[in-house]
Nanobody, 118 residues
Framework: QVQLVESGGGMVQAGASLRLSCAAS????????MGWFRQAPGKEREFVAR????????AYTDSVKGRFTISRDNAKNTLYLQMNSLKPEDTAVYYC???????????WGQGAQVTVSS
């Protein structure tokens, strides 16, 4: 089992920045690929970014490329999502998730609300 707890959400104006954190406990954090997902009101949950176990490889959905940066600190068992130049369409509940290498995302956090006003 892996327990994930997000923090760092909030309400900001368009153009501002926020950093989400996801603290992991339980199994060895570095064994897992980590991802960020989000779900806006009335919409399905969507992929935002992912990072390999080592942190070397990352991937982003097109709408956040150049604005968001995913990173991890395996020594601190923590995943991050730096969000810059936020837009109202970034408003959503953001979830972190963990997947075994080659597997599907099987562990999820409770979510952190991010609200961006225009």
């Amino acid at each position: 089992q892996v327990q994930l707890v997000e923090s760092g959400g909030g309400m900001v104006q368009a153009g501002a920045s926020l950093r989400l954190s996801c603290a992991a406990s339980g199994r060895t954090f570095s064994n897992y690929v980590m991802g960020w997902f989000r779900q806006a009101p009335g919409k399905e949950r969507e992929f935002v970014a992912r990072i390999s176990w080592s942190g070397v490889s990352t991937a982003y959905t097109d709408s956040v490329k150049g604005r968001f940066t995913i990173s991890r600190d395996n020594a601190k068992n923590t995943l991050y999502l730096q969000m810059n130049s936020l837009k109202p369409e970034d408003t959503a509940v953001y979830y972190c998730a963990a997947a075994r290498i080659g597997g599907t995302y099987e562990y999820w956090g409770q979510g952190a609300q991010v609200t961006v006003s225009s």
